[in-house]
Structures are given as C-alpha cells and as structure tokens.
C-alpha cells in the first residue's frame, strides 16, 4: 500500500523564511533515492540546491518554477513505499496533497538524517551574456582607465561554466521592457525558437512559465494574450510595469535602509596620483613570481586598507548597540561589494590582512570565478569586517557609499584617468585615482577617519611606503 510523505521546504541554515523555485530537477512518476537532488531555490543570499531525504516515486509538484514559497511549505509529495506501482493512484495523491501541512520544527526534526542537508551555492541557469551588463568590482577598471591591455576580461553573472550549458544570445529589452521568466523557461525559449518578447505571461507578476513557451512554439499565442495587463505587471494605460520586491533586492534595502538610519555616516574624499602604483603594478606582471597571477588596482587597495587598518584599528571595529560596546576585530575580513543579476552582493576574503600582495591577489581572482559561476555561497557573504567597492569599472569616479550593516566603514575606489598633475612645479599627464571614505562616526571620529584614508592614500601613491609600516 502506497505511503505519502511530503516535503516541506526547510530553513537552509542562514535564518531562512521564504525562496524562490528556481528549477525542478524531477517530475511526478519518477523515482528518486535518498540526498537526489530535486529543486533548486532561490533565497536572499544565494542559489541553493536541495536533496530530499527518503527513496520513492514523486506523485505530485505542488509548486511552480517562479512561485515564492514559505519555509514549512509542503513542495512535492512522495510514495516511500510504491509497492512496484508505476504511479500511485490518483485520489491518493490528492489526498496526501491535502494533507495538514506539517510546522517547520516537525518539517526540521523529518529531515535530520539527511546527509550534507544544508545551504549550498550552486551554478545557477541563467544564460551566458555576451554582453558585460553585470560587473565584480574585483576586475579591472575599463580601458580609459588602464588602457587596452588591462579591459576587463569577462564581466561577472551567475551563468554556469560554458561546458555545463551553451551561452545563449543575451536577453535585449524592447522599449525599456525586459520579458520576466525563469533561468530554465528562458534556456527553453531558446531552444524552441520563441521570442520572450513576444509572450504575456499567465503567472502571478506576469511572470512568463515553461507552459506559455511550449503553447508558442506549438501553435498561435492567443491564449498568453488573455493574460491582463495587471497579472503581467505591465499597464498600456500608464507604460508602467510592477515587479514584486523580493530576493536579494529585499534584502538590499532593507540592510541600506537600517545602516541609513542607525549609523550616522560621514564620507571624506582624497584624490591621488597613482601613476607610480600603475608602473609598479607593470614590474610586477613581467616578474616571475608574480607570472600568471592577475595583479590589479583593487588588489594594491586590498592590501593599503589591510595595512593603514592596524594604523588605525577603528576602521575595523563595529558598534554593538546591545552590549554597548565597540569591538574591535583582530582581523579583516574584506568584503568586495560585486553587482550581480541577482542584485548586490559582497563576498568576503577571509584573513585578508595575513596574506602577501600575491596572495590577495590569487585570493581576489578565486572571489572572481565564484561570483562569475554564481557559486558564492551565504556563508562568503557573513561576518565582514570592512568592504571596498569598486565603480571605477563603470568609468564612475568616485561615490558616497553607505556602510554595509556589522562594519564601521567602506572605501570606494573610483577610475583612473590620464589627468593633468603637478609635478615639481610642472604641469604633467598622471594617472589619477579619487578615493572616497564613509565611516560610522558613533566609532570612527574625524580624525581616525582622515588618517585611514591619507594611509591608503599615501600606500597607493606610492607602494614603496608600505616598507615603513
């Protein structure tokens, strides 16, 4: 006789409430064994792929790609005990369907035995772009800035390796608008032949699913047409389009919105001529300990805020309203703030103040390929202690950028020019750098502030100086 288990969508160990279902890596009548996985997810941090702890047949999906779900949730049922049946029956699958949904703490207790349970970041479906409309603030700065030779090689999205998955023609808005679908729908599109563009989608937020595809590539698209312009988000009448806030966006704001209004920030700004670094960094490349390892301007910024830090330990401290204290870390953990489709993310690199300029380095190019392959997971993204981000790759030259919630101050890196300097007395071409510093004022003062930053400054200026500290 057939048995029903249900399986509930589980907190994946990082304080989880709800996700997104990215993908279905199974569908009913297919049997399964114990840790297969079966569903990938989407949460405020990071894709993650579950596997479910018992062996059987799936009867039924009780939830569609692009549906948020709570944690607790019942998501797929499963016969545990098929007895050879190809498929239980129907009825019986509707009645384990409607069964009472178990609490998260029963959903918890189900799911101990499973083995390696938990948050894990994987490759995610999106589609290769050929177009960089995504960058890491860990590549170069744009040709402007360092010349040809140092262009940013590859701008960073969350598509898999080109061997896992064929890179797909990027996604191109029409009139300002960019169709809404699913990593998978969007790969299926692709392979059908059917323009994103021109589908209304029938999901909630007019969210374009695997059946409107299929019913465009099979016959006339009438039926998406039926779809209204408030389910597809998108209103004729006014040109607006809806688009629910949730994910990494939500999560986003409402860190920005706390860190706004608890920490009072204060910005500084310091403009430098940083040609020597630039020829510095040129040595480097041609020297044999340094052959193959990617050497660039947030590398020497890496190292200059490591070093000024234990100058100025402030910096790297952070404020604990409950404890009233301010503790100050031993360490540094560098967050490199990264744009992603998925919205902002910094990941960190742990330690970074014991490593050597070709260590942070290799270091930095690793957070590259991670974040590149959409591998990074929630746990390189926790426990920063301070964070650079980079617009100069944007041809930006500097910013006011708001503290990332748990540290005391960010530095933002703008793009190095070819600017008029003076050099002894003499007007010359320099390469120059704006930097710019916001800090928590309840921790950092004026002075501890100005003094951090006319340190890495002075490092970047001239990298010889870091031999004094």
Same mark, same amino acid.
């Given at each position: ?7 509930p969508?589980?907190?994946?160990? =990082? ?19 114990? &840790?297969q996985?079966?569903? =990938? ?6 894709? *993650? ?29 499963? @016969?545990? /005990? ?8 129907? $009825?019986?699958?509707?009645? $384990? ?17 499973l ?26 700065? +744009? ?27 990027? *996604?191109?808005?029409? #009139? ?8 998978? %729908?969007?790969?299926?599109?692709? !392979? ?20 409107? %595809?299929?019913?465009?590539?099979? #016959? ?14 998108? /209103? ?10 949730? #994910? *990494?966006?939500?999560?986003t ?17 310091l ?42 330990? !402030?910096?790297?401290?952070?404020w604990?309203?409950q ?29 970074? /103040?014991?490593?050597?300029l ?30 650079i ?14 503290? &990332?919630?748990? =540290? ?6 703008g793009?190095?020019? !070819?600017? +008029?300097?003076?050099? @002894? ?6 390469? %120059? ?11 950092? /003062?004026?002075?501890? #502030?100005?003094?951090f ?17």
């Amino acid at each position: 006789m057939p048995t029903y288990k249900q399986f509930p969508l589980a907190d994946t160990a =990082e304080g989880l409430t709800e996700a997104d279902i990215l993908s279905w890596h199974v569908k009913p009548g297919d049997t399964v064994t114990v &840790n297969q996985i079966v569903v =990938e997810i989407e949460t405020a941090k990071a894709a *993650v792929e579950l596997p479910i702890p018992w062996a059987g047949v799936v009867t039924e999906l009780h939830v569609e790609p692009g549906q948020t779900v709570e944690v607790g949730t019942p998501i797929l049922t499963i @016969d545990v /005990d098929p007895g050879g049946a190809a498929a239980p029956a129907p $009825a019986a699958a509707a009645a $384990a369907a409607s069964a009472p949904v178990p609490p998260p703490a029963e959903a918890e207790e189900e799911m101990k035995p499973l083995v390696g349970y938990g948050s894990k970041a994987v490759v995610t479906q999106r589609r290769a772009r050929k177009s960089p409309n995504v960058a890491l603030v860990a590549s170069d700065a +744009p040709k402007a800035a360092f010349g040809a030779s140092d262009a940013p090689k590859a701008a960073l999205g969350r598509s898999p390796q080109p061997t896992a998955q064929p890179a797909a023609e990027p *996604v191109r808005p029409r #009139g300002g608008y960019v169709p809404l679908a699913k990593p998978p %729908v969007r790969k299926l599109a692709k !392979d059908l032949g059917v323009d994103l563009h021109a589908l209304t989608g029938t999901a909630d937020g007019g969210v374009i699913t695997r059946e409107d %595809v299929e019913r465009a590539a099979n #016959g006339p698209a009438a039926p998406a047409a039926a779809a209204s312009p408030v389910d597809s988000g998108y /209103d004729p009448a006014t040109r607006e389009r809806r688009v629910p806030i949730k #994910g *990494v966006r939500k999560m986003t704001a409402a860190a920005m919105v706390q860190s706004a209004y608890t920490a009072p920030h204060v910005t500084e700004f310091l403009t430098i001529d940083v040609t020597p670094m630039m020829e510095f960094r040129e040595k480097l490349k041609k020297s044999r300990e340094f052959a193959g390892v990617k050497v660039t301007p947030l590398t020497f910024a890496a190292k200059a805020v490591c070093l000024a830090a234990k100058r100025t330990p !402030d910096v790297n401290a952070v404020w604990d309203e409950q404890a009233q204290e301010i503790v100050y870390k031993d360490y540094v953990h560098l967050g490199i703030a990264a744009a992603t489709p998925r919205g902002l993310i910094v990941p960190k690199v742990r330690d970074a /103040d014991s490593m050597s300029l070709k260590e942070l380095a290799q270091a930095l190019t690793t957070l590259t390929d991670v974040a590149r392959e959409g591998k990074t997971s929630p746990a390189d993204m926790a426990n920063g202690t301070f964070t650079i981000t980079n617009v100069g790759v944007f041809g930006v030259d500097t910013g006011t950028p708001i503290i &990332n919630p748990g =540290e005391s101050a960010i530095l933002c890196l703008g793009a190095i020019k !070819d600017q +008029p300097w003076v050099v @002894d007395g003499e007007i010359k071409v320099r390469k %120059v750098l704006q930097l710019s510093l916001s800090f928590d004022h309840r921790v950092v /003062d004026g002075q501890q #502030g100005s003094e951090f930053l006319a340190d890495v400054g002075a490092l970047l200026a001239d990298p010889a100086m870091a031999m004094t500290y």
